[in-house]
C-alpha cells in the first residue's frame, strides 16, 4: 500500500468496489487528483529518494552467459557503482532493494520502495536473447500489454521467480486489476519520461537493441505511485556486450549515463511541478 498517496487511493479502492472504474477512465479527475498529492509529496522531501533495484541474487542467477558468468553478480555491481555515482550529485538519497547476494522476491523489492516512499524506481537486468548477433540496452516501463513478442519474452524471464505471492495478491482480482489498470497517468507518463531519458542519455555512447523503449508486463514495475522503469543494460548472450558489462570503466560509463537521465527527469519533473 502506498502510503503517500493514501487517501485518494482509498478513494479509488471504494470506486473500485462499487463498480464505478469506468467513470474514473472517462473523467480523468482521480487520477489527476492523484498526480496533485503525488507531487506534493515530491516536493516535501529535500532530495528525491531513488531506490535501485539490482535483478535476481542468491539462488536465483538470472541469465547465464555462454562463459558462466551470473546475470546477478553484474546487476549488483552496477548497482553499487551507480549509487556512489547518484550520491555523488549531491542531488539524492539512494537506496537499494538488496546490497548482497542474497534472494528478494519480487513483491518485496516493490514493497520497500512504497515502504519507503522512493520518487522513483529503477531495475537493473542484463538481457538472454535468442540469437548471439542481437547487442545492445533496452528500457521498460509498464504495460499489461507487452509492445513485441521480444518484450513479452523478456518480461516472462524476469518475472519467473515472481512466486504465487506475487504483488497485490491478498486483493481481490477485480480490485487488483483496476489498480493495476490506475497505474495513474502520471505515474505511467513519469515512467515513460524516465526511460526517454535513459535512451537520449544513451544514444551515440551507449549500445541499444532497435527500438529500445519497450513495454510489458514486469512485476516489480507494477506499483501505481512510484514511477518506474527496468533497464536491461545489455545482452549477456553478446559477446561484445558481456565484455562491456564485465568492464569496470564501461559499468562506470553505463553509470554516468544513467545518472544524467536521472538528473533530467528530476530536473524537468521540478519544471513542470513549477508550471503547475
Ligand atoms: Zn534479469
Known amino acids: ?89 549531491g542531488r539524492y538519497r539512494v537506496a537499494m532493494t538488496r546490497v548482497h547476494d542474497v534472494y528478494v522476491a519480487l513483491d518485496k523489492r516493490v514493497a520497500d520502495a512504497v515502504a519507503q516512499k522512493a520518487d522513483l524506481f529503477l531495475s537493473l537486468h542484463c538481457d538472454h536473447l535468442p540469437e548471439a548477433n542481437l547487442r545492445g540496452a533496452s528500457m521498460f516501463t509498464l504495460s499489461n500489454d507487452a509492445t513485441d513478442a521480444l518484450a513479452a519474452s523478456v518480461a516472462q524471464d524476469e518475472n519467473s521467480d515472481d512466486g504465487p505471492t506475487g504483488f497485490m495478491a491478498g486483493a481481490p482480482p477485480q480490485v487488483a486489476n483496476i489498480l493495476a489498470s490506475l497505474e495513474t497517468r502520471a505515474t505511467k507518463i513519469s515512467s515513460l519520461n524516465l526511460a526517454q531519458d535513459l535512451h537520449a542519455s544513451f544514444k551515440g555512447l551507449i549500445p541499444m537493441l532497435p527500438d529500445p523503449t519497450r513495454a510489458a508486463n514486469f512485476a516489480v514495475l507494477r506499483d501505481p505511485s512510484t514511477p518506474a522503469a527496468l533497464l536491461e543494460m545489455g545482452c549477456l548472450t553478446n559477446p561484445l556486450d558481456e565484455r562491456r558489462l564485465r568492464n569496470p570503466v564501461q559499468r562506470r560509463q553505463l553509470a554516468e549515463r544513467i545518472t544524467l537521465a536521472i538528473n533530467t527527469y528530476f530536473d524537468n519533473e521540478a519544471q513542470q511541478r513549477m508550471a503547475g
Not at 472517462?26 to 516536493?43: C, D, K, L, Q, Y
Not at 562463459?67 to 546487476?75: A, P, R, W
Open 1 to 89: 500500500m502506498c502510503v503517500k498517496c493514501e487517501p485518494t487511493r482509498r478513494g479509488l479502492m471504494r470506486l473500485a468496489m462499487g463498480g464505478a472504474a469506468a467513470a474514473i477512465a472517462v473523467s480523468g479527475a482521480a487520477p489527476r487528483a492523484w498526480a496533485a498529492e503525488h507531487r506534493r509529496t515530491f516536493s516535501r522531501h529535500i532530495k528525491p529518494l531513488i531506490m535501485l533495484d539490482p535483478g535476481h541474487g542468491g539462488i536465483d542467477p538470472g541469465a547465464i552467459a555462454p562463459d558462466g558468468i551470473f546475470e546477478k553478480h553484474i546487476t549488483l555491481s552496477s548497482a553499487l557503482e551507480l549509487r556512489q555515482e547518484l550520491e555523488r550529485t
